[in-house]
C-alpha cells in the first residue's frame, strides 16, 4: 500500500479574489466569498521529487473567507472551513484482487485561519503591507478506524507575510500586480516553511471579468523532528515542498457580486500530490 501526505495548499490564499495582496479593506468595507475547494490523486510526488502511485485520496472543503476594514490600514482576515470531508478509497490487492484495507471518510469542520493585515507604507499605486496569520487547529488531526485520515494538522502555527503590490492602467484595462513572502513557524515538531508567491490580474469587459494568474511555492527549512509519516493518509505533512501554478476567473454578475472558478497545479514538488485541485465560488463585497 502506498498512500501520500501531501500539503495543504495556503487555503487561504487560493481563496482570495479581489481581495488581499498588499491592499488593505477600506475603512468599514468588506469582502467575503462562499468557496468550495476539492483535490482527488492516485498520484504523488515523492520525497526526491518523483511521481509514484497511491491509493486515491481526496479531500473536500466548503468555507467562508472574509475580510474587513477596522480603518484604512488595518483589516483583519478569517477562513473558516466549516465543511471538510476526507476520505480515501478501497486499498485492493493487485495479485488477487482482494481488498487488503477497506476505504474510508470522516466529516468535520477544518483548521481555521485568523489574520491581520497592516498597510505600511504606499505611495503612489504602490502598497506594501504586512499580515499576520494565525492558524488555530481546529479540524481532526487522527480519523478514521485507522487513525490515519485528517481534516487539520493538530498544530498551531503564526504565518509572518509581507505583500508588495501596485495597479496599472495599460490603454483602456485595468491591471495589478503582487508579489509575496513569508515565513511559517509550525509547532509539534513540524519543520517551518519559506513561502512565496507572484501574482497577477487584468480585467475584461469594462472590469466585468478578472482573469487571475498566480505562481507561488512553499520551502521546508527541515528544522523540525516529526518523523515522516511515509503510510499516512492526511494533506497536511511536515518537510512538503512545491511551486504551484494557479489561474483563476472572477465573473461579476452585479457591481458588489459575482462568482469564481479556477485550479491549482503543482509543477513540482516533494510529498504533495500530482492531480490539480479545483475551486469555485461566490463572492460579495459591501
Known amino acids: 500500500m502506498k ?6 495548499l495556503l487555503l487561504f490564499i487560493s481563496t482570495q479574489v479581489f481581495a488581499g495582496g498588499g ?9 467575503f466569498k462562499l468557496g468550495q475547494w476539492w483535490v482527488i490523486s492516485d498520484e504523488h510526488f ?5 511521481i509514484d502511485p497511491n491509493v486515491t485520496n481526496g479531500i473536500f472543503n466548503t468555507s467562508i473567507y472574509g475580510e474587513y476594514g477596522f480603518t484604512d490600514r488595518l483589516t483583519g482576515i478569517l477562513y473558516f472551513p466549516f465543511f471538510s470531508r476526507a476520505l480515501y478509497n478501497n486499498t485492493v490487492s493487485s495479485t488477487t484482487g482482494e481488498i487488503i484495507l477497506p476505504g474510508e471518510a470522516i466529516n468535520s469542520i477544518g483548521d481555521t485561519d485568523f489574520g491581520l493585515k497592516y498597510n505600511f507604507w504606499r505611495k503612489g499605486s504602490l502598497v506594501v503591507s504586512a499580515t499576520l496569520t494565525l492558524g488555530i487547529p481546529l479540524g481532526e488531526d487522527r480519523g478514521g478506524d485507522a487513525g490515519i485520515l485528517q481534516t487539520g494538522d493538530g498544530e498551531f502555527n503564526q ?10 492602467t495599460i490603454g483602456k484595462t485595468n491591471t495589478y500586480f503582487n508579489a509575496y513572502a513569508g515565513y511559517n ?17 487584468v480585467n475584461l469587459f469594462n472590469d466585468q471579468l478578472t482573469a487571475i494568474f498566480r505562481l507561488y511555492g512553499s520551502q521546508s527549512l527541515h528544522n523540525g523532528n516529526l518523523e515522516e509519516l511515509i503510510t499516512s493518509t492526511t494533506i497536511f505533512a511536515n518537510n512538503s515542498e512545491h511551486l504551484t501554478f494557479s489561474p483563476e476567473i472572477a465573473y461579476r454578475i452585479k457591481d458588489n457580486w459575482g462568482v469564481t472558478a479556477g485550479f491549482a497545479k503543482a ?12 475551486s469555485v465560488g461566490i463572492f460579495a463585497q459591501f
Request: zero cysteines; hydrophobic letters at 35%.
Open 23 to 31: 491592499w488593505p479593506q477600506p475603512k468599514g468595507k468588506s469582502y
Open 185 to 201: 513557524n509550525r509547532t509539534k515538531g513540524f519543520s517551518d516553511e519559506f513561502r512565496f508567491g507572484l501574482e497577477g490580474g
Open 267 to 278: 509543477l513540482s514538488g516533494e510529498l504533495i500530490f500530482v492531480d490539480p485541485a479545483f
Open 159 to 168: 504565518l509572518l507575510q509581507v505583500d508588495a503590490g501596485t495597479s496599472l
Open 3 to 8: 498512500n501520500i501526505i501531501p500539503i495543504f
Open 46 to 50: 515523492t520525497d526526491n521529487g518523483g
